[in-house]
């Protein structure tokens, strides 16, 4: 894999580019889903392919390609080359210093990223999980009445990256999930809710029975919902919610927002922008971490970063590209795909959790409302601002009283970064964006 990066690289160069880089992903990946207890899917896919960014001058282009032989590799590189000559030029395009780059040793460093056992994993063993935990769903109670089914996922594959600096490197990683949807139904009214696991290890998947059991918990808690009170009142955002706003947050702290002038933190660097409860972490080298890898999508050095400290913004997340653009420096976030230009986005990105339980979050609340989903897409990047539908629990003097529904809640994401009174202890970060339980102190709830 290293090898093909290689060719392809040099062969930019021998067509005429002053600089290039490519990657080559290999990968191998087991689907499959039942729903009732049948099989409704079972596929397995593989795929190799290598992309290709070359610079002719100040001018830039990306190509990619599935013909990994030498003669495919040599004609990839001259339509890149073309193509190139023919775009405008970018006096901010280019390779990241040499400086930037990941050290050799840095290397060998053992992130955990892959689990063999994914890799081998057969359909028989897959197709038996989610049946197991579709049946502890189902069995859960009276109540849950049918499925829309349980998936499972296992991927393994090789990422190798070269570039015109000298530098190649690869490395293997492996994912696999489980999730299951039940659905309930109570005096004629049906909802639907669902719990998945997922890991780069088979041996931290949480077991079949376990999530099927949570998914029955969290459709029947929603049985009976009802529409909440319109008023200004404390919100509570559980885990899964919580990390839709951190993941507003990183889009804000992306590189390209922020020159493109379109980011509600723009010219914050330095600042606070949020409470003192709010700490943000980034860490790409978190072992076995979902997002975790070596080196970047150009190959520059990875390292743990504090984004936000006790609410002061502490650093943005910048590629090369994005970094020139600024006058900075690039903090490690290039992220690509096989095709496309390198951009820049957050690795393993959480909030630190605190002291408190989500009970005692809870507990803390006379009246408001306890955040289980959120619905559509109403936040706008630029202004802050924040409008989504949202279904949950109303809280009525500290504890979960009812189910509520078809409800929204409105604030700006500036003022609602301020207002984070408690950060729980529960932080579970089994995906890339993660958060504990949060408590926002006034929000505007729009119900009946």
């Known amino acids: 894999m290293i090898e093909i990066a290689r060719e392809l690289v040099e062969s930019a160069l021998t067509a005429g580019a002053r600089a290039a880089d490519a990657v080559v992903v290999e990968s191998d990946g087991l689907s499959v889903g039942v729903r009732l207890g049948e099989v409704e899917k079972l596929t397995r896919a593989r795929q190799r392919r290598a992309g290709l960014r070359v610079f002719v001058g100040d001018s830039t282009a990306i190509v990619s390609t599935a013909d990994l032989t030498r003669a495919g590799l040599d ?127 088979l041996r931290g998947l949480e077991a079949p029975a376990r999530v099927g059991a949570e998914a ?76 975790s890898r070596p080196f970047d999508g150009e190959g520059v050095a990875q390292r743990k970063r504090t984004i936000v400290e006790r609410g002061s913004l502490a650093s943005y997340l910048l590629d090369t590209y994005s970094a020139r653009r600024l006058g900075l420096r690039t903090t490690g976030h290039a992220s690509r795909g096989v ?6 986005g957050p690795t393993n990105f959480f909030l630190a ?45 500290g504890e979960l009283a009812y189910p509520v529904e078809e409800i929204t809640i409105a604030g700006n994401l500036r003022d609602m970064l301020r207002d984070v009174e408690m950060v729980g202890s529960d932080l579970d970060p089994r995906t890339s964006v993660a958060s504990p339980t949060i408590k926002i102190g006034k929000m505007t709830v729009a119900g009946t």
């Open 75 to 201: 004609e990839l590189a001259g339509l890149a080359c073309g193509l190139a000559r023919s775009t405008a030029p970018d006096p901010h395009a280019g390779l990241p210093d040499p400086a930037d780059l990941a050290a050799n040793g840095a290397l060998g460093t053992d992130l955990a990223l892959e689990d063999p056992e994914v890799g081998a994993l057969d359909p028989e063993t897959a197709i038996a999980w989610v049946r197991e935990a579709e049946s502890a769903a189902l069995g859960a109670s009276p109540e849950i009445t049918n499925s829309e089914g349980a998936e499972a996922s296992a991927n393994s594959g090789t990422v190798a990256y070269a570039s015109s600096l000298g530098f190649a490197a690869s490395y293997r990683g492996s994912h696999a999930s489980l999730s299951v949807t039940p659905v309930g139904t109570r005096d004629g009214s049906m909802q639907r809710d669902s719990w998945y696991t997922v890991h780069r290890h």
């Open 216 to 291: 029955a918990r969290r459709t029947l808690r929603r049985l009976g919902a009802r529409r909440a009170p319109t008023c200004a009142c404390p919100v509570v955002f559980d885990p899964e919610t919580a990390a839709t706003l951190l993941r507003h947050l990183a889009g804000a702290l992306s590189g390209s927002a922020l020159y493109r002038r379109m980011s509600f933190l723009q010219d914050r660097l330095g600042q606070t922008i949020a409470s003192a409860e709010v700490t943000v972490v980034d860490d790409p080298l978190r072992p076995a971490g979902p997002a």
């Open 339 to 344: 095709g496309d230009a390198p951009g820049a």
């Open 353 to 397: 959790p605190g002291p408190h339980t989500p009970e005692a979050i809870i507990a803390s609340v006379p009246s408001g409302l306890y955040v289980t989903e959120l619905i559509g897409f109403g936040v706008n990047g630029v202004t802050g601002d924040y409008s989504r539908g949202a279904a949950g629990l109303w809280i009525e003097r």
